[in-house]
């Protein structure tokens, strides 16, 4: 089975915080990709990475930092030092490499900052 | 800019009433996809499409219909709208995966549809 697990429904953090998304996968292929995407409140989905299941190395994007851990099959989002514009709903995603319909999302983790 | 449009933005329809969803891309792409997405649900796909005329059927395909006869517009219909169909509907396009493509999905704006 696939599956995607975003455990925190909802986050609230102050504004300079720093806060992080976390994100559980499940999956029998051996090769696959993660992303994440944001949906601010006026609505788009935003694609903002994609991970190869054999590249484990951390990235790092200005406030944005993605922590991939095959070993617990997680694949974790923080933001450094958040802003009011990162108020919006992330969505972690999963898609076996060789599967172009079978891409599983997660339910979402709506974070507010608030001022 | 994956230059994907949708049309209608907004639709408010009653039970019972054809509708149809279009989504228009610019950019050439192979698949491209319908999801919905509902509070609690995310997002689910609806049908999805790999070429002209060649479609399937995602987890949630009842009461859906789609078409594909150019690369650039992929139909979505509800041909009779029930009210578990009020939702938003996202069209997404992707190149596959494969020859350096990885797959990630870009998505359009979104269609928010009420059958009252």
């Known amino acids: 089975a696939q599956k995607v697990t975003q455990a925190q429904t909802e986050i609230s953090v102050v504004e300079k915080e720093d806060v992080t998304l976390d994100c559980v996968y499940e999956t029998r292929d051996t090769t696959y990709y993660l992303f994440w995407y944001k949906q601010p409140p006026s609505g788009e989905l935003v694609f903002l990475i994609r991970?190869?299941?054999?590249?484990?190395q951390n990235e790092i994007s200005g406030r944005y930092s993605w922590n991939f851990q095959k070993s617990t099959s997680s694949f974790n989002f923080t933001i450094t030092a958040s802003q009011v514009v990162d108020s919006a709903v992330y969505f972690c995603?999963?898609?076996?490499?060789?599967?172009?319909?079978?891409?599983?999302f997660g339910p979402g983790t709506s974070l507010s900052v608030i001022p | 800019d994956a230059g994907i449009t949708q049309s209608p933005r907004h639709k408010v329809t009653e039970t019972g009433t054809p509708v149809t969803l279009r989504c228009h891309q610019t950019e050439n792409h192979r698949y491209m996809y319908w999801y919905r997405q509902d509070p609690g649900h995310g997002l689910r796909l609806i049908h999805y499409?790999?070429?002209?005329?060649?479609?399937d059927k995602g987890e949630v395909s009842d009461g859906y219909s789609v078409s594909r006869s150019k690369t650039e517009d992929f139909l979505l219909t509800l041909e009779s709208a029930t009210s578990s169909q009020t939702s938003v509907y996202f069209c997404a396009i992707t190149e596959g995966v494969g020859g350096g493509n990885t797959g990630e999905l870009f998505f359009g704006e979104g269609s928010r549809l009420t059958v009252l």
């Open positions: 499409s790999y070429g002209v005329k060649d479609t």
């Open positions: 995603a999963l898609r076996p490499k060789t599967s172009y319909d079978k891409v599983i």
């Open positions: 991970r190869n299941s054999f590249d484990e």
